[in-house]
């Protein structure tokens, strides 16, 4: 069976009035003992997937999770456990689970290439405090679970504060609205890292990655418009809210923060590029995630960049200081920016679009899927949908907005008439990057990044050798783009640190003027070479 449930971080100062609240209406408390076990080389953990002996109300029963259609929907499937066992509790039994969809996916994550099972080994417990109420809501049956306790690997532990609304009956709109309760309410944010995750990062703290890269959406050949980009829009949600997560729980990564930031900026890409096909998402999600795109950008312009760069500067002979600027009280919290209600509340928008039911079958749109509403009205009909504007101050690019011409085309033709069309600007800015200003050039770097991205995810509708070939081509000038921007970012920050009283400074902005000439020639060629590489989607 599959499971849908929400997950959360709560901050300190939110426990005593959450546990008060469901005490005050009736919360049942328990204590539950978890031993969760993997193949030595971590098989489960690399699938996503988790094998659990748990033991509640003296009894012992047997779970596997594995990863579902959305990051709130997961397989799980749980089976008693009866006997008597001693106090460290009974090993996995998988035939227990013979017949089930469970069973085919734990015997694909722990079969070898010869057919054999991994062996499986016991890797980590946890012990918790289990505060639960079931709550009604406009005819759903949702449980509130508020977990607090300590997860054990070997002689490491870490504690675990958390709380989990799972659905058990009715609408996934009245989840939503409780998560919604709880954000406003307590300052909770959403969060999908397992208590099997932190298991396994506790127990192979160098194995077990932090960062989450983006994963290829899983595209239908015959897929309408509006079903590619939910599940575009799917996979863009997997990368965030995993990266998001992280930073939430106070890991300030600076590979996780990029991952994030990487993950709201292909979220953008698709809503701006796969417009027509977005409705009934609203646009009120995309500010707030701009707003801590832009946040996080420049977190990681006064350290990673300032990082790199301080480094070129003192194998260049620079008599200091360092480029960043003395801290002050706008220095940005990313901890602050992604528990922050309006991000919160943007990424519970984005879910309840996913979570809820598409409002048309591929079978009903056919062959002529439009990426808006279809073609003129039928007098009498109702209106079709209108796509809400972007934000005040949103990235817009009004030749770049969904064209009214591909209305009637098919999914393939639309996707790679956006993408034809970004090629075709790319194509231009390779003949006059020189002569463009730095907001210009800026400007070239954030169309070559929505090429890419959207390159990378609707490439699964095209051939493969194709597509990679193609982004292939795009990586270098991302680079050289990249590298130029940095040097434009250090030269700020050593124009601050002169602005402070610091006169020394001036080696600083003298190296770095002296370095943009050769980074402009460097990115004019590889744009030449991004203008030439061959459309995969012709």
């Not at 069976?1 to 005050?24: C, D, H, N, Q």
């Not at 509340?345 to 990426?371: I, Y």
Request: one cysteine or more; glycine letters at 8%.
């Amino acid at each position: 069976m599959s499971e849908i449930e929400l997950k959360f971080g709560v901050p300190e100062e939110a426990v005593v009035a959450i546990e008060r609240a469901l005490r005050r209406r009736g919360g049942r408390a328990r204590a539950i003992e978890s031993h969760y076990w993997d193949s030595a080389d971590r098989r489960l953990a690399k699938a996503g997937m988790s094998l659990r002996l748990r033991k509640a109300g003296g009894r012992w029963e047997q779970t596997v999770k594995a990863a579902g259609p959305s990051p709130a929907e997961r397989l799980e499937e749980t089976v008693p456990r009866p006997g008597r066992w001693e106090p460290e509790g009974p090993p996995p039994n998988l035939a227990l689970h013979a017949g089930t969809p469970a069973e085919a996916v734990i015997a694909a994550a722990l079969a070898s290439r010869h057919g054999v099972m991994a062996p499986l080994v016991p890797v980590y417990t946890s012990v918790i405090r289990r505060l639960a109420l079931d709550i009604e809501l406009n005819g759903a049956r949702i449980e509130v679970a508020f977990d607090r306790g300590t997860i054990h690997a070997g002689e490491r532990s870490q504690s675990v504060c958390e709380v989990e609304a799972e659905l058990k009956h009715g609408d996934v709109t009245a989840l939503v609205e409780v998560a919604r309760a709880g954000v406003e309410a307590h300052g909770l944010w959403l969060s999908t890292t397992s208590k099997a995750a932190r298991g396994d990062r506790l127990a192979h703290p160098v194995d077990a990655p932090r960062a989450v890269k983006a994963r290829p959406a899983q595209l239908d050949d015959d897929g309408s418009g509006p079903e590619i980009f939910r599940a575009v829009i799917r996979s863009c949600l997997d990368q965030v809210l995993a990266n998001a997560s992280v930073v939430a729980d106070g890991d300030l990564d600076d590979e996780a923060i990029h991952q994030l930031r990487v993950g709201v900026r292909r979220m953008r890409t698709a809503w701006r590029e796969l417009a027509g096909w977005r409705s009934p998402l609203a646009a009120g999600w995309e500010a707030p995630a701009a707003e801590l795109f832009r946040a996080l950008g420049g977190y990681r312009d006064r350290r990673t960049v300032a990082a790199a760069m301080q480094r070129l500067l003192a194998d260049a002979g620079s008599p200091g200081p360092a480029l960043r600027a003395a801290a002050t009280g706008d220095d940005v919290d990313p901890l602050m920016w992604v528990r922050g209600r309006p991000f919160q509340h943007a990424l519970l928008d984005v879910l309840a679009f996913l979570l809820a039911p598409p409002p048309l079958r591929a079978s009903d749109l056919a062959d002529n899927a439009a990426p808006a509403a279809a073609a003129a009205p039928t007098p009498g009909a109702a209106p079709a949908p209108v796509t809400a504007p972007a934000p005040a101050g949103a990235d817009r690019d009004p030749d770049i907005e969904a064209d009214a011409a591909t209305a009637t085309a098919r999914p393939t033709r639309v996707v790679a008439a956006h993408l034809a069309k970004l090629h075709a600007r790319l194509k231009r800015d390779a003949r006059r990057f020189s002569k463009l200003d730095e907001l210009e050039r800026h400007g070239v770097r954030k169309r070559l990044k929505r090429l890419r991205y959207l390159g990378e995810l609707v490439g699964p509708l095209y051939r493969s050798g194709r597509v990679e070939r193609f982004l292939d081509q795009l990586e270098p000038a991302q680079d050289e783009l990249g590298h130029y921007m940095d040097l434009v970012v250090a030269l700020r920050l050593a124009h601050d640190v002169i602005d402070s009283g610091d006169p020394r400074g001036w080696f600083n902005v003298g190296w770095l003027k002296a370095q943009l000439p050769g980074a402009v020639a460097r990115c004019a060629k590889s744009l030449r070479r991004v203008a030439a590489a061959r459309p995969f989607w012709r």
